[in-house]
């Protein structure tokens, strides 16, 4: 009997590898935070010293989005050919090329190939760290550690935010460079994703990787068998192409993972990111730094919080409250504007809009910033999941600039029409969730891609 009770209390403890790899993956969602969060704090100095035009700086700000939009597209493809760890290298080639050109640069041409190259690599990264996260962590852990990669992002467009303050552009393009030889350096140091092993017929390789996630006292034996038949299942059937994924078998999934990444992108959260500094001003604010500041106080804490409760509270749960939270927040913000119009009361406007704004950045960090993509990196089964990955990832980049190239258009046509349209979505989000998105929590990702292609 002590030796049942030992082994099942190694198996909850968390291995030193799994913590680990995590830390490396999640350097690559470090680089896509300070990559995003840039181009605001570098705008006046990149503009006087380069002498670039309004017109020449947005470019250079929008650029960043095709570069993922084409990494996104190839980024299935790659990480299934070459693997999790080589996918992740070659993502940080890309962004250590891009980052060194932004600091060289001594035109604007310099700075857009460099810029697209960190777009490219991002795009990559925003596929490959939460699916192998997904692939090494134990299933009562997974939601957690592959919510870090939200963490991550948020801490490092916070300090790029915070640093730009009063670093030179060119040094604050330096930081970029850091976390990813961080990360090429540690990537020889952590095992590659025992599932994609298994996927390639490599057993030995396979169960040694399993076997240093799991820790050396731990019988892994059930868990690598159920692996293995599952994707020996999978390995008599072809890669699923971009039209197979609309297959019967394959729609729930397809549906539940690019619905979720439209209504995500949708629901406002780049116009809010983005133009919040000229959402304050517009309100009524005499300056947008203090309420970008508000919001930063608020966004890591809230997106830790979803890092706690994710394999407590369940996916759905989560998803539900964030996406309720989102629909009020834009509500809120469309009230202060209506109050702005109408002269409601005096200072109303602004009270609504900081809270309305705060509510929404609070929200989405707490669950519709990062679940969407955890769930993205669960329900694909190996075969469709280069493909299906690919189209998901590229959904959610072509969203971003769709909605972050409209947004300016659509507060010309109506301020308040914006940001009801914003919580329409927002709360359709709610009624999607509700329908079609499973709980995954404390589930094999074998079992939970059994389910999604048996409906």
Known sequence: MEPLLERKKLSQTVPLVVVTSTAVAVAGSFVFGISVGYSSPAQTGIMLDLGLSLAEYSLFGSILTIGAMLGAIVSGTIT??????????????????????????????????????????????????????????????????????????????????????????????????APCLFQLLGLFLIPES?????????????????????????????????????????????????????????IH?????????????????????????????????????????????????????GVLLMDKAGRRPLLLVSAAG??????????????????????????????GILVYTGSFSLGMGGIPWVIMSEIFPINMKGSAGSLVTL?????????????????????????FLFASICGFTVLFVARLVPETKGRTLEEIQASMSSL
């Not at 769709?402 to 010309?412: C, D, P, Q, R, W």
């Open 80 to 177: 299934e050919k070459v693997g999790r760890r080589y996918a992740m290298s070659i993502a940080d080639v890309f962004c250590i090329v891009g980052w060194l050109s932004i600091v060289f640069s001594k035109n604007y041409w310099h700075l857009d190939v460099g810029r697209f190259l960190v777009g490219c690599g991002i795009g990559l990264f925003s596929y490959v760290v939460p699916v192998y996260i997904s692939e090494i962590t134990p299933k009562n852990l997974r939601g957690s550690f592959a919510t870090v990669n939200q963490l991550m992002i948020c801490c490092g467009a916070s300090l790029a935010y915070l640093l730009g303050t009063f670093l030179s552009w060119r040094a604050l393009a330096i930081l970029g460079v």
């Open 194 to 250: 025992p599932r994609w092993l298994s996927k390639l017929g490599h057993y030995q390789e396979f169960e040694v990787a399993l076997q240093k996630l799991r820790g050396v006292d731990v019988d892994i034996f059930e868990e690598a068998e159920e692996i293995k038949e599952f994707t020996k299942k999978l390995v008599h059937q072809k890669e699923a192409s971009l039209i197979d994924l609309f297959k019967k078998e394959y």
């Open 253 to 305: 999934a397809v549906t539940v993972g690019v619905g979720l990444m439209v209504l995500q992108q949708f629901g406002g959260v780049n116009a809010i990111c983005f133009y919040a500094s000229e959402i304050f001003v517009s309100a009524g604010f005499s300056s947008g730094n203090s309420g970008m500041i508000a919001m930063v106080i608020v966004q890591v804490p809230m997106t830790t919080l």
């Open 326 to 355: 989102t629909c009020l927040g834009c509500f809120l913000v469309g009230l202060s504007f209506l109050s702005q119009a109408y002269q409601w009361a005096k200072d109303l406007n602004i009270i609504l809009a900081l809270a």
């Open 395 to 419: 959904v959610s980049w072509l969203g971003s600039w769709i909605v972050s190239y409209t947004f300016n258009f659509l507060m010309l046509w109506s301020s308040v029409g914006t940001f």
